[in-house]
């Protein structure tokens, strides 16, 4: 029984070199003085804030995208024992004692060195040799802009990472696929396949575009197998399925799973909810749910609330009304009612108070038991102020004439009767009995004599209206647009009678015990739909550039520079790499055009096998290369450099295929070969030489003099900063 004790256990392990060195040497460009500078590096002050808002779990919105990256960096933080405490508030400005500048920026350098090694792989399982997957790992391992990028708390290496794991992953399933289908590794490598993607995804949108090309590619190889007549119906099902579920619901599970932690971690109030819905806001701890927390839930006649406009463009803002009315009249002659004004207000206001009163009744209390409000009644809106009624009436708008004029009406005893019914409309009700609920219910005011409803139009009044926002009576009012719909953010039940008493009323707090939630996936749908649609105003950035200006490398990007010295840090790419990888993407469309129209005439000029290999190649480097970055021409927002790395990697892998396929198939002979041979060694030695010579501006030191700097500016478009003497 226990025989087997008799023999020793060996375990065998086969260990590649080339691996272990290049993922040392990639440890060790990313990570060595990874603590310098000791400042605030170019990007590090717009995700450094949000590290700062995780570490003290205040909710937030970033409109560049999902949230996973933001995870990541911010796990870094909290490794190192980040407590939040740090104003993001300028480049350059030094990091206070408190602030673990290596741990914070420790994962994005991570993530860069393992890119050496995941080069490699990738040309491994693409059948290429091992000299040209190693020769792709060295020029990522010497790419000075990839090397920039991933020493500081940025996303573009994480996002590059999960890119390359992704496309490595499918290669090891789609190679196990030919004679292991459904064996443990198949599904470790499939399935990993599907997570590299999402995780790409939710660092940047960008990973979308690879994601996609994944799934073409994946779609692609399945039609494929339809065709084999070796595989049989329930086979070819289960391989869908199996895709199916490693390569879109498993994707989409992770998604949500990313939002669902960043908003578990995130409960906290903070100023970026403003742009919420109130009930979102009032979901999180503190903020509006304080103000909110416990208030009546029906609106009832005779409820005392405020309406928030859901749209939240340009700016939040309440219903509001004040004693002063519309000029008699404007500045282009056109003339007013000159009744009450009534605007949007951006803040909280006691004028911002309104009483739903009952058109048949003259008490402003709510009756004990309450009456709500449903969908379709008929309503008044006094103001609680001045005990004005909400009017419209066939008077152009201020600033948006063919609109009407919103008001609260002033009896002048002229032939200008009140006009204030209006007609509640839930939209988003689920029957149309829905009683009116508070923050819940989005509802639209419909005037009962004009159909007018009631928008918010979004222009600024003049300084007679005080800047605030026009509100109008819209006429033509089809379809759905958030700008006509409203919703109760504070609410508490009328008990004053009297005016005097109901304005202390109003100027006081509400006192409720009851909270409101919002389950997850209707916070994740209104998070989604804010980071998708949120657009901050793109401004005109010194170092902003166009697409165009990628290829050729006409820009740079100064990161940092040093206070006194003339040490800098700029993101520069190494110019013979780009260069190289511009005439391979060339080199390769050209081959590929004269190839098929040789094959076209029946000619086959290079075998069947390495067609196969040279089109499989073109379709993840050529294709990541396109999809990476064809879309930014089609982008209306500020663009940088390093929106091309991504791209960039894809073409840098393109360099060794191509110079493969030179020396196996065009150069025939001998000597051919050895020529070919002695220009790659005199062109690698040209590429350290550029990575060496643009060290001192990738790593920040040493120091260099004006001359030195002079002498680095090798193209006129580059702004290498030299200081005055």
């Not at 909400?390 to 919103?406: F, K």
Request: hydrophobic share 45%; aromatic share 12%.
């Amino acid at each position: 029984m226990l025989g087997f004790l008799k023999k020793p256990v060996v375990v065998t392990a086969e260990i590649n070199m080339n691996l272990v060195a290049l993922t040392v040497m990639g440890l060790i460009s990313r990570l060595w003085g990874l603590s310098y500078p000791r400042a605030v590096v170019f990007d590090e002050v717009y995700y450094g804030q949000f590290v700062s808002l995780y570490m003290k779990r205040i909710f937030f919105v970033d409109d560049s995208g999902p949230p996973f990256g933001h995870m990541l960096l911010a796990l870094g933080g909290y490794l190192g024992g980040f407590d939040g405490n740090f104003l993001w508030n300028r480049i350059g400005a030094e990091y206070s004692m408190n602030v673990p500048v290596w741990s914070l920026r420790l994962l994005p350098a991570l993530a860069g060195a393992l890119c050496v090694p995941l080069a490699y792989q990738i040309l491994v399982e693409l059948q290429f040799s091992h000299c040209a997957a190693l020769g792709a790992a060295l020029l990522i391992l010497l790419e000075n802009s990839l090397i920039t990028q991933s020493r500081f708390m940025l996303l573009e290496s994480i996002l590059i990472f999960f890119i390359l794991l992704a496309v490595l992953s499918y290669l090891k399933f789609y190679n196990l696929q030919r004679h292991s289908s459904f064996s443990g590794s198949w599904w470790f490598w499939l399935l990993l396949t599907g997570v590299a993607c999402s995780c790409a995804v939710g660092v940047k949108y960008m990973g979308l575009f690879t994601y996609m090309l994944l799934l073409a590619i994946a779609g692609l190889h399945f039609w494929n197998m339809i065709g084999d007549q070796n595989l049989s119906n329930v086979s070819l099902m289960c391989h869908f399925l199996a895709r199916g579920l490693a390569l879109i619901i498993i994707p989409v599970a992770m998604y949500l799973s990313f939002f669902y932690v960043h908003l578990t971690l995130l409960y906290r109030s903070g100023p970026h909810d403003q742009i919420m819905t109130s009930a979102f806001q009032a979901s999180l701890e503190g903020g509006l749910a304080r103000i909110t927390q416990g208030q009546p839930l029906e609106v009832a006649y005779g409820s005392q609330i405020t309406l928030r406009n859901v749209l939240g463009k340009p700016v939040q803002c309440w219903l509001h009304s004040h004693t002063n009315t519309y000029p008699i009249r404007y500045e282009n002659g056109r003339g007013s009612s000159h009744q009450q004004q009534v605007t949007c207000y951006p803040f909280k206001d006691v004028n911002n108070w309104w009483i739903v009163k009952d058109p048949g009744m003259q008490q402003l209390v709510v009756s004990n038991p309450p009456r709500p409000v449903r969908h379709g009644h008929i309503v008044q809106l006094v103001h609680g102020i001045t005990t004005r009624y909400l009017n419209t009436h066939d008077v152009a708008a201020p600033l948006s004439p063919h609109s009407q004029e919103v008001s609260c009406y002033i009896d002048y005893n002229i032939s200008m009767p009140a006009q204030n019914l209006w007609r509640v409309e839930i939209v988003n009700r689920e029957s149309d009995t829905d009683v009116w609920k508070t923050i819940l219910s989005e509802v639209r005011f419909v005037h009962v004599n004009t159909s007018a409803v009631l928008k918010l139009s979004g222009a600024s009044l003049p300084e007679w209206g005080y800047r605030q926002l026009e509100v109008v009576g819209e006429k033509l009012s089809k379809g759905y647009h958030q700008s006509m719909v409203w919703n109760v953010e504070e609410h508490r039940y009328g008990k004053s009678q009297e005016q005097k008493e109901r304005e202390v009323e109003l100027h006081s707090p509400t006192q409720m015990d009851i909270s409101k939630n919002l389950s997850f996936m209707a916070k994740f749908t209104e998070l989604q739909w804010k980071i998708l649609t949120l657009k901050n105003e793109d401004t005109e950035h010194k170092y902003s550039s166009s697409a165009l200006d990628w290829i050729t490398m006409d820009t740079n990007i100064a990161y940092w520079l040093h206070p006194t010295s003339g040490a800098q840090i700029h993101l520069l790419g190494n110019i013979v790499i780009w260069a190289s990888a511009n005439v391979a993407a060339l080199v390769y469309m050209c081959l590929s055009l004269w190839y098929l129209l040789r094959r076209r005439r029946k000619i086959s000029d290079i075998p069947e096998d390495a067609w196969q290999l040279w089109v499989s190649a073109g379709g993840i480097c050529v294709g990541g290369w396109a999809v990476n970055y064809l879309p930014f021409f089609l982008m209306e927002k500020t663009l940088f450099l390093y929106h091309y790395l991504p791209a960039l990697t894809f073409q840098i892998l393109l360099i060794p295929i191509v110079l493969q396929h030179l020396s196996d198939h065009l150069c025939r002979s001998l000597l051919l070969k050895s020529m070919l041979s002695a220009l790659i060694v005199a062109w690698f030695s040209s590429v350290y030489f550029v990575y060496s010579t643009f060290s001192p501006v990738t790593y920040g030191e040493p120091s260099l003099s004006v001359a030195e700097l002079k002498n680095l500016r090798w193209k006129d478009s580059w702004n290498i900063l030299i200081r005055k003497q």
